[in-house]
């Protein structure tokens, strides 16, 4: 399904909108195999899901992967990475359908969009590390220097989002305070997400709202609205699929380039594998 005139002016009103079943259940089943498939990557003999038809969507898969995340973090940081760098998940984002939700809000050509910020979020119960605070996409992305409002952040359901599962929280018309000095920019480590934190006083100017969603929504976000993770109190992962969209001929637009980050622990897993064969 496509996005609706009424929540497009929902989405300008309020700094974010959830647009309904944006993906069908076979795309989504897409990107859910994929990181099935990089778990057995990584756990190759895990008997518990031998006998079914779709092991990515057995509540048994979310509670395997939190016990790698306990068991090896390193490996499950691997996964993630993995996850990461995959065509499905590209393909999954830039879809006839999927780009023509983007490129009606923004009042762009689909041809005329850039991308950046391209991520699969795997947020797991009661995690601290990454989950992020009170924030404006444009603190991170600036592609669009000056205006906010020529980009969004579309992040995609991958199962049902409840509030349990920590659903997105937003300020509601904060995109109109145009872009805050953040307080802080510190990464900790590799795997520690960067804060880019809005001050709680103008958090505290706006009312709040939380985008429970559901499997195949898109939650569409101005880059300049506040908004926050949720916690994550239930027993399953929220998986998400995340794109940034810019418009690219904006007179503000700044072009970039990537700087690669290697994970260390698959450097020491290809040198310990490097000369062991062909393959
Ligand atoms: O999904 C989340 O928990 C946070 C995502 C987010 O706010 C972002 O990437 O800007």
């Known amino acids: 399904m496509s996005i609706q005139q009424q929540q497009i002016d929902a989405y300008w009103r309020d700094g974010f909108v959830v ?10 089943d897409g990107v859910r195999s994929m990181i099935f498939r990089l778990y057995t990557r990584f756990v190759p003999d895990d008997a518990r899901f031998g006998g079914l038809r779709e ?3 057995d509540p048994r898969f979310d509670a395997a992967m939190c016990e790698l995340r306990a068991r090896e973090p390193k490996k499950f940081g691997a ?3 993995c996850a ?5 998940l590209l393909r999954f984002l830039t879809h ?12 762009e050509r689909a041809g005329d969009l850039s991308f950046s910020g391209l991520m699969l979020r795997m947020d797991v119960p009661e995690d601290r590390r990454n989950v992020l605070t009170w924030h404006q996409d444009r603190a991170y992305y600036p592609q669009n220097y000056n205006d906010g409002g020529r980009g969004l952040v579309y992040s995609v359901a991958l199962q049902d989002i409840t509030e349990e599962m920590g659903a997105l929280h937003f300020s509601v018309g904060s995109h109109r305070a145009g872009l805050i000095e953040p307080e802080s920019g ?3 480590d590799y795997h520690t997400t960067e804060q880019r934190a809005v001050p709680a006083e103008a958090v505290a100017r706006y009312p709040e709202a939380r985008g429970a969603c559901r499997k195949g929504d898109v939650v569409l ?3 300049d609205v506040f908004h926050r993770s949720g916690h994550n109190i239930s027993d399953r992962i929220r998986f998400s699929a995340l794109f940034r969209y810019h418009r690219m001929l904006a007179d503000d637009y700044v072009p970039f380039g990537l700087l690669y980050q290697y994970n260390p622990y698959m450097i020491d897993c290809a040198k310990a594998v490097a ?3 062909a393959n």
């Open 19 to 28: 647009v309904p079943s944006v993906f069908t259940r076979e795309e989504i």
């Open 55 to 57: 092991p990515w969507n």
């Open 79 to 81: 996964l993630y990475d």
């Open 84 to 88: 990461q760098g995959s065509l499905e």
């Open 96 to 107: 006839g359908r999927a780009v023509d939700v983007a490129a009606r809000v923004l009042g």
């Open 186 to 188: 510190v990464k900790r």
């Open 221 to 223: 976000i101005h880059m």
């Open 275 to 277: 000369g062991g064969g």
